[in-house]
């Protein structure tokens, strides 16, 4: 398979603590990765280094054959980016908040009015492509925000607690749209603390902990290095067994 991400000891610090500490790891085209870890193991971090928001302090990646040092802008043209915060133009359509991001990507409006109609088969846009945003539902501005990030048909698209916050509806659009988007040219890299997701949605999973890659593999095969009943057990077996898990932490 093509190699659409690829990690090679990635570090950042902020200030004295590293955020992300010789991290690697490889996606392959039409795999789905789950990124899990604690509150502050760099989860968030990783995400914003591959997607050129951060800069890395050393080691190198490349997303979709584009080095994110040397070529961020041709990195954020082939990527798409879905998080549990992002808010929409209250006083757009859905259809001319999708216009003005394609335009934004260089997209001619046929092009873009294609692409909507693939999208509204895809998730369902219906009332939200013709609402103003500012009437939207929970799961309506969800649609709309996962119909943005990815206008531009990006082989690579990142959810970073995409559903967060979210109601049982809006929650299913996104893991439905998940389910749906790999294919033998595309990847998805998904972050999030809850298991039963990562369980239902992806192909391998990333432990990482305190900024260091402590598991990585196939469910099944996380389970079983970790000694556990399902993947939840098998997380904190890992965690544990590095020694040094603070009290009181939380899975995030």
Sequence with gaps: MDAMIVAEHVTKHYGARAAVSNLSFRIDAGEVIGLLGLNGAGKTTTLRILSTLLNA?????TVAGHDIARAPEAVRRVIGVVNGGMGLYDRLTGREILHYFGGLYGMQRA????????????????????????????????????????IHDPPVIFFDEATSGLDVVARRSVIDFVRAYPSAGRAVVYSTHVMSEVEELCDRACIIYQGRKIADGTIPEIVETGEGKNLEDAFFRLVARTGIAGPGEVVA
């Design 57 to 61: 302090d050393s080691g190198t990646a």
């Design 111 to 150: 092009a873009i009015e294609e692409r909507i109609a693939k999208l509204d088969e895809l998730l369902q846009l219906g009332d939200t492509l013709h609402r103003r945003a500012g009437g939207f539902s929970t799961g309506m501005k969800q649609k709309v925000v996962i119909a943005r990030a990815v």
